[in-house]
Nanobody, 117 residues
């Protein structure tokens, strides 16, 4: 079992920055990769960024490349999403996810990010 707790969402003006955090507990050593998805009202949940536990390789959605950075702190079992140059279209609920080596997927409760002037 893996538990995920997100934090760091909020309201920011266009062009601003936010950093999301996702702390994993339970059996974090079993995690193959972690990442972030988001879901805007009326839209499907979409991938934002992933980071692989073994080699820290990353993958980003085209819409956030160059603006968002995913990173991890192994000592704290925490993954971060640094979001810069935020746009109104980045407004969504952001969900942390973890996939274990046994191919089980876990989700956090979600954190709201609103980009508005």
């Amino acid at each position: 079992q893996v538990q995920l707790v997100e934090s760091g969402g909020g309201l920011v003006q266009p062009g601003g920055s936010l950093r999301l955090s996702c702390a994993a507990s339970g059996s974090p050593f079993s995690i193959n990769y972690m990442g972030w998805y988001r879901q805007a009202p009326g839209k499907q949940r979409e991938l934002v960024a992933l980071i692989v536990s073994s080699d820290s390789s990353t993958n980003y959605a085209d819409s956030v490349k160059g603006r968002f950075t995913i990173s991890r702190d192994n000592a704290k079992n925490t993954v971060y999403l640094q979001m810069n140059s935020l746009k109104p279209e980045d407004t969504a609920i952001y969900y942390c996810t973890a996939r274990t080596i046994m191919s089980r997927t876990y989700w956090g409760q979600g954190t709201q990010v609103t980009v508005s002037s």
